[in-house]
């Protein structure tokens, strides 16, 4: 079945009365559907009823929605031979010609901004602040495709733009780009953000994107050459997507290195892009006006924005669905029979379920977070009592209801896993699998010799009670995840204890706050993550031991669970040179084996992106492999 047949067959599905809005809204997200497209088939539906009595909602008895799981083919996506579905799109009539005369744009952001600088970001909120100022090279598109930004073509071998062997790839840029202070881009400010990641002592979180780069050469004002120390496989990686927000080097050359954190650019940026940051709260909100000078015309539609950060889900899906504050709200954490009854209280915006990059899941803690070094705890140099022992993390996986927690939880936004890395589709391990089993869990800790020896319920190993202190992001969901995790492991001989911390300090980039993620001073953590790119070799580096997060570098190494592996490490260095697919299928089906079989980190549910969007809210889309913000350029309203 084409996309274009299956649009056809949701439509009549819905006109029908056999699919109710939820239903509707996540299988329009795994087909990948625009936002007018969703909201235009929710109108149809509201026509044909002429005010008869809504689709009967679906019960636990209900035959489940049929999900793309480990043996599904991928949802056929539209490429440039495909016939096109009958969508507005960014050529449609109905988007507007001129810059301007948008008025105001509101978006939700229950995850405040910390910093406004993309290198030095802790987390989705601060990549995504960083998208209404900054601009890459490129985009990348659902299907891998790059998307020109800053640069106005793609490189390629067959332009000998990119070496055959992959040692090298030539970047033409576009030649009409000015910062917001009037100053040319060009390529100087394309090295220089090499530079200014590169430096150790910046202790830039997107250091890992980078590292694989030797040389950054100017060819001329508008051309370089990246040079790379051996064969990659993801050239196409630095200076795209995410994390490959280009800097003003004449704005941050005197802050490079250990200066980086201290530049007052970092909370008054000078970008490139469609909108100019007026005023920064950090923690708060961001205001921002349309950039009079930016380089494509006709843009930005909207005259100022507002991203607004606070709160939590349930507040920002209300504003857009139920009483219109806001235009657009992000990564909807609601429970699904939350979601329902706002989709029933409210019309003015609707659920955007998208193909998402991310996996929530649980982190074992191999330092040990109640020994303190020099000053600071989970530092490295120290070994976790009872979570090294692979039998203990072992019954933990055992004790996990994946299932339960995406369905009751995450409605639309989930399903249960068993693989770290879920996208791309040739990543996932087919031979993983989960399971839940108390009993067998309970088993695992006999074995390990965990016993409770006063009969307090509590089990105690090598003279330690397995208390394990359980921390997250305050997010309705996530509570009654931990809810269900704690109940299940205390069952079995574990003292659980939750703690939940305020998004803004969990992700945040605060080295001397000893709540955020990266420091991670707890037994077991959770949240959620992806990777950025179709080739996710920076993303696996969350397991390598040269990227463990400690004191020494801020908190600001990817590997946040201070696991060490050399096994690991073998397998993510050979996939920063391996040219051969099917070598890199076999290496990532392999990093996801040895991720789950060591417990290293427990995957629960892989997540499709989930917004609120305003009715009339028009030009954007969303995708696994950018921020949300990436094209905010193109927005429009209706």
């Known amino acids: 079945m084409t996309r274009f047949d299956s649009l056809d067959a949701l439509q009549a599905d819905l006109l029908a009365g056999r699919l109710t809005r939820r239903t509707l809204l996540k299988r329009a997200g795994i087909l990948g559907l625009s936002a007018p497209i969703i909201a235009s088939l929710l109108a149809a539906c509201e026509d044909d009823d002429d005010d008869e009595d809504p689709a009967v909602e679906p019960d636990d008895d209900d035959e489940p929605v049929e999900e793309p799981d480990d043996d599904d083919e991928p949802v056929d996506e539209p490429d440039d031979d495909d016939e096109p579905v009958d969508e507005p799109d960014d050529d449609d009539d109905e988007a507007p010609s001129e810059a301007g005369g948008g008025g105001r744009l509101d978006l939700l952001w229950w995850q405040a901004v910390d910093i406004l600088n993309p290198h030095l970001a802790q987390g989705t909120k601060d990549n995504d602040g960083s998208h209404l100022v900054y601009e890459a090279l490129a985009s990348i598109d659902d299907d891998g495709t790059l998307l020109p930004r800053l640069a106005p073509e793609i490189p390629s071998i067959e332009a000998g733009t990119v070496d055959e062997d992959g040692f090298w790839v030539e970047w033409t840029l576009r030649d009409d780009v000015l910062w917001h202070d009037g100053e040319q881009f060009t390529a100087e400010d394309v090295r220089f953000t090499w530079e200014f990641v590169a430096e150790e002592a910046t202790t830039a979180t997107s250091f890992a994107t980078y590292e694989a780069i030797e040389d950054v050469e100017i060819i001329d004002d508008f051309t370089v050459r990246v040079h790379f120390r051996d064969q990659n496989p993801a050239w196409f990686v630095p200076f795209v997507g995410e994390q490959g927000l280009i800097l003003p080097e004449h704005l941050f050359r005197d802050y490079i290195g250990a200066e980086a954190r201290n530049a007052p650019y970092n909370m008054e940026p000078i970008g490139t892009g469609p909108f100019r940051v007026t005023e920064f709260r950090p923690a708060d909100t961001v205001f921002l006006e349309r950039n009079e000078n930016y380089w494509d015309p006709g843009k930005p539609f909207f005259d100022t924005v507002e991203m607004i950060g606070g709160g939590d889900a349930t507040g920002a899906a209300r504003a857009v669905i139920v009483t219109g504050e806001a235009d657009w709200a992000w990564n909807i954490q609601v429970e699904a029979d939350v979601l329902d009854a706002l989709e029933e209280q409210g019309d003015e915006g609707f659920v955007n379920a998208y193909p998402g990059p991310n996996c929530e899941r649980l982190m074992i803690n191999f330092a040990d977070p109640w020994t303190e070094v020099d000053g600071a705890r989970s530092e490295p140099s120290t070994e976790h009592p009872f979570l090294t022992n692979p039998l203990i993390r072992q019954a933990i996986t055992l004790s996990i209801q994946r299932d339960v927690i995406a369905d009751q939880l995450y409605g639309p936004g989930g399903v249960d896993t068993a693989n770290n890395a879920n996208v791309p589709e040739w990543v996932i391990n087919p031979d993983l699998t989960w399971s839940f089993d108390l009993d067998s869990a309970a088993a695992l ?144 089906q392999e990093l996801n084996r040895i991720s789950v079989e060591d417990f290293a980190e427990i995957p629960i549910v892989y997540r499709t992106g989930v917004a609120t969007v305003s009715n009339d809210l028009a030009g954007y889309k969303a995708g696994p492999w950018r921020s949300d913000l990436w094209d905010i350029g193109d927005w429009y309203r209706e």
């Open 445 to 588: 800790l006999d074995e390990a010799g965990a016993m409770d020896e006063d009969g307090d319920g509590v089990r105690e190993y090598d003279g330690t009670e397995l208390f394990m202190l359980y921390q997250t992001s305050i997010n309705s969901i996530r509570q009654s995840n931990q809810e269900i995790v704690k109940d299940d492991l205390d069952s079995i001989g574990f003292d659980v204890e939750l703690k939940a911390v305020d998004a803004a300090v969990f992700f945040s980039s605060d080295a001397g706050n000893p709540d955020t993620y990266g420091h991670f001073y707890s037994d077991i953590q959770m949240y959620t993550n992806g990777p950025s790119n179709p080739y996710p070799v920076n993303w696996a580096q969350r397991f390598a031991s040269w990227e463990i997060a400690e004191q020494a570098n801020a908190w600001s190494g990817v590997n946040i669970t201070r696991y060490n592996n050399p096994e690991m490490d073998d397998v993510i260095n050979a996939m920063a040179t391996a040219m051969d697919p099917d070598e890199q299928e076999s290496l990532f």
